[in-house]
C-alpha cells in the first residue's frame, strides 16, 4: 500500500526549504539585535494550557485542536500556537521570577484541524516573538517596528500594518455591554457562527468574514470611542513611537484578534497579495497571561508570523522557486571513472569539503554522460573528471559547466583555489 501525506500537511524539498533557512537567517539576525534569544518548547503540552490561554469559546480550542489521550488518560494536544508553551516555559524555569525581563523568538510547526487550503494548512509553521517585564508604550512600537523591518529586510512590498486597542479589564467590560447591545438588534441577520459568538464571546463577531455580518458590523460601535484614558494615551504613545521609527500604520478596529489574552495593543500585517488569506503576522499585549498561569503579575507582548504565507509573499517577489539546484559558489562534481577513478574521486571529494567546499559525486563511476547530466541538475560550479587518460598524468580535468572550460589540474595540487576564475 502507497502512504501518502496526512491532509493539510506539506513535504518540504529543496531548493525551497533552502529558501525558509535562508528566511529564518534573516530573522534571527535581525531579532538579535534587539537582544532577543532563541527558545524551543515541546509540540506537545497539556491539554489544559490551551484552554486556559486560549479561551474555551475560541474556535481553535472549540473546533480546530489535535487533542487526545495518552496512554495513560491524560489529555494532550498539539500546540496550536507559540505563545502559551513560552509563557509556560518562562514560568516552569523560574524566569519569571529571576530573569522576568527577558526576550525571545523561536521557529516551528503549529497544528489546527481546519479546512486547507490556499496559505492554511494543518500543519503551519510560524516564527514567533516574546518580550516580558515591559510595559511601555515604547516596547509594543519597538516590537511591530521589528516585524515591518524584518518584512522589508525581504524585499516585500505592499504589506500594510493595521492596529488597535482592545482596552483593558476596566473599559472593556463597559465597550462590550454597548457592542453586545448592537448585536441583540441585528441578531435575526446575523450568520449562525456570529449567533453562538454573541453568547459566548461577543467580541468574536468582529472576526467575520461572512460578507453579510461585515457589512452589518460595519456600523457597529467602535471600541475606539470607549477607551479609558489610561488606554488611550497608552495608544497614542504607541503611534507616536512608531511615527518616530518611521513605521506606517493603519488604525483597524475591527481587530481583535483570535485568542482571548490580548489587550490593549493589537496588531496585523496584511497583504493584498494572497486573496482572502491576507493576514502574514499579528499580535499584541497579554499583560495578564503570565499570572493566569501561576507566574507574577508581568506584562507580556509578542507577534507571530505564518511563515507558509510568509513564503509564498518571498516565491512572488523572487519568481518561481526553481526545480533545479541554485548554483552555489564554488560548488563541484566529481565524475570518476573505473575503479581506481572512484577510489582517488572519492579521497579527493572529503579533501575539498574539508577545505568548505560542496562536493557531490557520482558513485557508479561507469558513464561520463549521465554523471554531467547530475552535476548540470544539482548546479554544480564545475565537474572534475578522472578517467583512466587524467589519472595516468596524475592530473584532474576541470570543466565549467557554465562555459564549458575546462584546464587539467595537478591531482596532487587541486584545492578550492582552483575554481576560482
Not at 534569544?37 to 497539556?46: G, Y
Not at 517596528?145 to 482592545?166: T, Y
Not at 499583560?287 to 498561569?293: E, I, K, N, Q
Not at 581506481?340 to 579521497?347: A, N, T
Request: neutral net charge; contains cysteine; glycine residues 10%.
Amino acid at each position: 500500500m502507497t502512504s501518502h501525506a496526512i491532509k493539510g500537511m506539506k513535504d518540504l524539498f529543496p531548493p525551497e526549504s533552502a529558501l525558509w533557512v535562508e528566511v529564518e537567517s534573516v530573522a534571527r539576525e535581525l531579532f538579535g539585535r534587539y537582544a532577543y534569544e532563541e527558545i524551543r518548547t515541546p509540540l506537545v503540552e497539556d491539554k489544559a494550557l490551551f484552554a486556559r490561554t486560549l479561551g474555551e469559546a475560541t474556535a481553535v480550542v472549540e473546533k480546530e485542536m489535535y487533542d487526545f489521550q495518552d496512554k495513560k488518560g491524560k489529555w494532550i494536544a498539539l500546540r496550536p500556537e507559540g505563545t502559551a508553551g513560552v509563557v509556560r516555559a518562562f514560568i516552569e524555569k523560574g524566569l519569571a521570577v529571576s530573569e522576568p525581563t527577558s526576550r525571545f523568538f523561536y521557529f516551528g510547526p503549529m497544528f489546527r484541524y481546519e479546512q486547507p487550503q490556499q496559505g492554511r494548512y494543518r500543519q503551519f509553521h510560524q516564527i514567533g516573538v516574546e518580550v516580558f517585564g515591559l510595559t511601555s508604550p515604547l516596547v509594543d512600537a519597538e516590537v511591530i517596528h521589528m516585524a515591518d523591518l524584518f518584512f522589508k529586510k525581504l524585499g516585500l512590498e505592499g504589506v500594510m500594518l493595521e492596529l488597535n486597542s482592545l482596552g483593558c479589564p476596566l473599559c472593556r467590560p463597559k465597550f462590550l455591554a454597548v457592542f453586545t447591545e448592537f448585536l441583540k438588534k441585528v441578531e435575526s441577520s446575523l450568520c449562525e457562527e456570529c449567533h453562538r459568538r454573541t453568547k459566548q464571546n461577543p467580541l468574536r463577531a468582529l472576526d467575520c468574514k461572512n460578507e453579510g455580518c461585515l457589512r452589518i458590523t460595519a456600523e457597529a460601535p467602535s471600541i475606539q470611542d470607549h477607551l479609558c484614558d489610561a488606554c488611550e494615551q497608552q495608544f497614542d504613545h504607541v503611534l507616536e513611537g512608531l511615527g518616530a521609527l518611521g513605521t506606517s500604520y493603519r488604525i483597524n478596529a475591527r481587530i481583535v484578534r483570535g485568542l482571548d489574552y490580548y489587550l490593549r495593543t493589537t496588531f496585523e500585517f496584511t497583504t493584498t497579495e494572497l486573496g482572502a488569506q491576507n493576514a502574514i503576522a499579528g499580535g499584541g499585549r497579554y499583560d495578564g497571561l503570565v499570572h493566569l498561569l501561576g507566574g507574577p503579575n508581568i506584562a507580556g507582548f509578542g507577534f507571530a508570523i505564518g511563515m507558509e504565507r510568509l513564503m509564498e509573499l518571498v516565491i512572488k517577489k523572487r519568481g518561481e522557486v526553481q526545480t533545479a539546484g541554485a548554483p552555489r559558489p564554488h560548488s563541484v562534481f566529481i565524475a570518476p571513472l573505473g575503479e581506481k577513478g572512484l577510489r582517488e574521486g572519492f579521497k579527493l571529494a572529503q579533501k575539498l569539503r574539508d577545505q568548505g567546499l560542496v562536493v557531490g559525486m557520482d558513485y557508479e563511476g561507469k558513464s561520463l554522460k549521465s554523471a554531467m547530466r547530475r552535476a548540470d541538475r544539482i548546479g554544480a560550479s564545475h565537474t572534475l573528471i578522472l578517467g583512466e587518460d587524467e589519472l595516468k598524468k596524475s592530473v584532474v580535468l576541470v570543466k565549467e559547466m557554465a562555459g564549458g572550460a575546462q584546464k587539467e589540474v595537478p591531482l596532487a595540487k587541486i584545492s578550492k583555489e582552483s575554481f576560482k576564475a
